[in-house]
């Protein structure tokens, strides 16, 4: 799999946010900056880039990176496991985008990966930034991100 797309440096740090850099993180979660590097790879993960290509991430991120250590650790899923969870995101309800942009999206109902995942969606042709999508910010809502899912879920 290729380096995640939707990395270009575009996002601003949040304001009044604190940002961390890969090291901090590591440190501060007990895991290798390339763990964090592999996360990114495997598409879970869209961090925070700076302009000058230096990744940064948020509070927010370090909760997810913490949500997906225990899909792996204790929940015994893999990456492509996690990945798939992720697909269900109703992306194109939540964005929404047109009938059009949904009916060719490679990211559509069939798709085992999350929409950022992939460079060529209609969105991403429009030059979205996925950090800043309303789609890949529920991830960094976790709790919101559960409730999310298990409606999915139920009404499948
Ligand atoms: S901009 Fe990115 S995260 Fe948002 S819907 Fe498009 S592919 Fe998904």
Known sequence: ????????PSATPPKGEEIY?????????NLSVESLRLYEREG???PLKLDSGHRRYT???IEWITCIQKQIHENKL????IR????MLPCHEMKPCCLEDYQTCPAGDRS???CWDFDDTPCRNKGENCRTCVVYQQVLNVENLKKILSVKFKCD
């Open 1 to 8: 799999m290729s380096i995640n797309p939707n990395t270009e």
């Open 21 to 29: 850099t890969p090291r901090e993180v590591a440190h501060r979660l």
């Open 44 to 46: 879970l993960l869209v």
């Open 59 to 61: 509070d927010s991120d």
């Open 78 to 81: 893999n990456f492509a496991g």
């Open 84 to 87: 798939y969870i992720l697909s």
């Open 112 to 114: 085992c990966r999350p």
